[in-house]
């Protein structure tokens, strides 16, 4: 499914984290699609009277899935969450939306077609990807998934230095 309008229609940037957005509800069947054909990973985690959780690993982070009848104490809100600012950008371009032109703040500069050439050299049971669905899929409460975010998106910032100064020298 296609977007003709802008990002902001559809997520909006959390105060959990520079690198988490909220899936807006207009939205959220589309981003479910999108990840539910994507050959990475899948986590799901359950705690007793806490909301289920089902992460999907996507690039630098991912998207979280929150599901919950009644809300926890403490716990995340239900609904739909996109880590990382490579992840937030391949989605939307996947999506046909308009993305920020520039960099947000805090986020590295990425080439669309780069992302997309990670995503799809990534291989389906590549350990680090399941390794990062299930980290994921333990964020049931803001300040795990704010930790969490700023772990994926110091290694990913870090990472993308070390290249971009490798492709500079």
């Known amino acids: 499914m296609a977007y003709s309008h802008e990002w902001t229609g559809s997520f909006a940037r959390s105060a959990l984290a520079p690198a988490v957005f909220v899936v807006g509800p207009g939205c959220r069947q589309a981003v479910r699609e999108w990840v539910g ?64 032109a520039r960099p947000l703040p805090g986020e590295p500069l990425y080439d669309l077609d780069d992302l997309r050439a990670a995503h799809r050299a990534r291989p389906p049971g590549c350990p ?20 969490v975010a700023t772990v994926l998106t110091t290694l990913t910032t870090a990472a993308t230095t070390v290249r971009s100064r490798t492709l500079a020298g």
């Open 37 to 100: 054909t994507q050959p990475g990973p899948t986590a799901t985690a359950r705690e007793p009277h806490g909301p289920v959780l089902t992460a999907w690993a996507v690039l630098d982070g991912g998207v979280l899935a929150v599901a919950s009848r009644q809300p926890a104490d403490g716990a995340l809100d239900a609904g739909l969450y996109v880590v990382g600012y490579g992840a937030f950008r391949l989605l939307t371009a996947e999506l046909g939306m308009a993305a920020p």
């Open 128 to 147: 680090d990807a399941r390794e990062q669905a299930e980290l994921l899929a333990t964020c049931g409460d803001p300040g795990t998934l704010r930790r």
